[in-house]
Structure formats: structure tokens, C-alpha cells
């Protein structure tokens, strides 16, 4: 187990690093920050001054060092913007697309298992034809569209959901605010959640489908079924837990790929999240934002693989950590 976690944390510190070089060196690529900094009326001999204040004509490489040494301290520069350290900047959004994402989740998992299963087991009924057919539509379907289509439909004609907004938070004691705790939160949540999970739902429909329908048919289950153990069991025991490997690998690269996604949905629903304040930040040139979250997503998706490792032994004992004695 040290053996691994070394590894994995010499794995995770290469992979920051090339994050971090990729992330800085496409600053020079999005404008000059100076333009939304001063405006049109700061004299030229001002805006060198200030570039030069702020490191810009520095070369790339010493900048990116200097940035380096600061982010290995946890500061990851100052929004142009916002005038706050942007990695604070980040994590005040944060717990707004943690929560889409966490709903986004909930709503996936909770229809594509018991429905992937039953596609598996009833496989010529008029049901499961009906599941893959809207499953094909699902994946053919925009994240973007799909979230239009809703808020026109149950936002503006039906009026039974709201459109926009995140609407009421509950502040926790130790600062995290949530909408989870709010009815109106909760109403706020459902659109936005249906549309991110979308991308989703089909694919693990279809994985689970095909995964299960692969288990029913090994030696091991024929075995259970000569012993005499109860059908539900050997489905949902013995099949079906065999079926978890390739769907929490999927699945941990799936959340990353969620937290990417947001940047639309949070656009069209006006969710206050760290997808619209990427997209502002880039309409702003606020580069130090830019180059944040750009890190910030990469050092999650460096924890979510680490984690999927961990959950691999506890689904399958068999499978074995890297360097973890035998």
C-alpha cells in the first residue's frame, strides 16, 4: 500500500506539472489581459509600466517558474478581475458544481443500474427496446440542446420548474453553502441535473447492459445455477458485481468528463458554478483565473482515479494494487 500511494504520488506530481506547463504557456494565446485591466484611455508609456509591474514581458519560461514557485505555496496567481487570489475565486464557486455534478450523479446511477440490469435480463422485451432505443437518442442528443429543450418546455410553457438561477442556499456553519437544504434550491437543481446527466445515462445503460449480459453467460454463474442458489441472488450478487469493474472505471472518468461538461449547462441555466466563471474569465482574459481552473479540474481528475484504484479491491478482492504485496 506505501508502495502505491508513493507511486501514485509521484504519477499525480508529473501530471500536475504537465498541467501546469500546458495551462501557462496558452496565456500568451488569449489577448492581452491589459485591455480589460485599464481600458481604452491608459497612455501606452502606462501599459508598459504596468506590464511590467505585473511580469508580462518577462520571458516565458522565468514567468512560468515564478509561477510555479508560487503555486507549489498554494497561491495560483491573483484574478485580473476580482482582485482575490483565483484559486479563492474557484473554490467559492466550487460547491455550486459540486452539487450539479453530485445530483447529475444520483439521477444517473439511480436509473442506468436497475435499468442496464433489466435490459440485460429481459432482453426481447417491448420495454428494453423502448430503454435503447431513447438510449441512442440520448447519446445523438447535445448537452447544450438537451438543456434547452427542458428549460423551454418546463420552464417557460409548463411553468413547473424554474429556468435559471441557483435560487436559495443554506449556508453551513463551516461555509459551505448548498441548495440542498433549501425546497427551493432543490426545485432549482432538477433541470440543470436532468440535462448533466444526459450525457451519461445512455452510456452506462448501455455498458451496464452489455457487461451483465456478458456475466450471465460464464462459468461461474452456470455453476450457481447448478448449485440451486436463488435467481435474484445469482443475478444480483454473483453477475452483478462482476459487472462494477468496468463501470467505476468508466465511471471515475466519467465525473471529470461532468465537471468539463458544466460549462455548458451552467451557461445556459445561469448557474453560478466554476463553468460560467471559466467562460467569463475567458471573455475577460483574466488569464491567472484561466490557468487555475485549468489546474484545479486536472488535480480532480488526478483524485478520482487514485480513489477509482482504491474502490477496485473493494469490488473484487482479486485485483491488487500496484506494488501491493501478494
Known amino acids: 500500500m506505501l508502495a502505491f500511494l ?16 500546458i495551462g501557462f504557456s496558452i496565456q500568451g494565446h488569449l489577448g492581452d489581459p491589459l485591455r480589460e485591466l485599464v481600458g481604452q484611455s491608459v497612455s501606452e508609456a502606462e501599459r508598459q ?24 505555496q498554494g497561491d495560483l496567481g491573483t484574478s485580473y478581475f476580482f482582485k482575490r487570489p483565483a484559486l479563492d475565486v474557484i473554490l467559492s464557486k466550487f460547491p455550486a458544481t459540486f452539487e450539479l455534478v453530485l445530483g447529475s450523479v444520483f439521477i444517473f446511477l439511480s436509473l442506468s443500474i436497475p435499468a442496464g440490469i433489466y435490459c440485460a435480463i429481459h432482453r426481447n ?62 426545485l432549482h437543481l432538477v433541470l440543470p441535473c436532468i440535462s448533466l446527466s444526459s450525457i451519461m445515462l445512455p452510456l452506462f445503460i448501455r455498458l451496464i447492459r452489455a457487461e ?44 471529470g468528463t461532468l465537471i468539463a461538461y458544466t460549462i455548458l449547462t451552467e451557461t445556459v441555466f445561469q448557474w453560478p458554478g466554476m463553468g460560467f466563471l471559466f467562460l467569463e474569465a475567458v ?44
Open 283 to 326: 471573455n475577460r482574459v483574466d488569464t491567472p483565473l484561466i490557468i487555475a481552473y485549468i489546474i484545479f479540474v486536472g488535480f480532480i481528475f488526478v483524485v478520482v482515479n487514485t480513489i477509482v484504484d482504491f474502490i477496485y479491491t473493494l469490488i473484487n478482492p482479486m485485483v491488487k494494487l500496484p506494488g501491493a504485496k501478494s
Open 212 to 255: 451483465m449480459m456478458e456475466a450471465m453467460g460464464t462459468d461461474y454463474v452456470r455453476f450457481a445455477k447448478a448449485k440451486g442458489l436463488r435467481t435474484p441472488r445469482i443475478r444480483y450478487v454473483h453477475a452483478f458485481r462482476n459487472t462494477l469493474l468496468p463501470v467505476v472505471t468508466v465511471g471515475g472518468l466519467m465525473i
Open 125 to 186: 422485451s417491448w420495454l428494453t427496446q423502448t430503454i435503447m432505443s431513447v438510449s441512442i437518442l440520448g447519446i445523438s442528443v447535445p448537452v447544450f440542446l438537451t438543456a434547452i429543450l427542458l428549460v423551454w418546455l418546463f420552464g417557460v410553457e409548463l411553468r413547473w420548474m424554474p429556468a435559471f438561477g441557483r435560487g436559495e442556499v443554506y449556508v453551513t456553519p463551516w461555509g459551505w453553502d448548498t441548495g440542498f437544504l433549501t425546497w427551493d434550491g432543490l
Open 49 to 72: 509600466a504596468l506590464r511590467e509591474q505585473l511580469g508580462l514581458n518577462d520571458p516565458f519560461f522565468v514567468q512560468y517558474f515564478r509561477f510555479l514557485g508560487n503555486a507549489v
Open 6 to 21: 508513493i507511486r501514485r504520488s509521484i504519477q499525480a506530481v508529473i501530471v500536475m506539472f504537465v498541467i501546469s506547463l
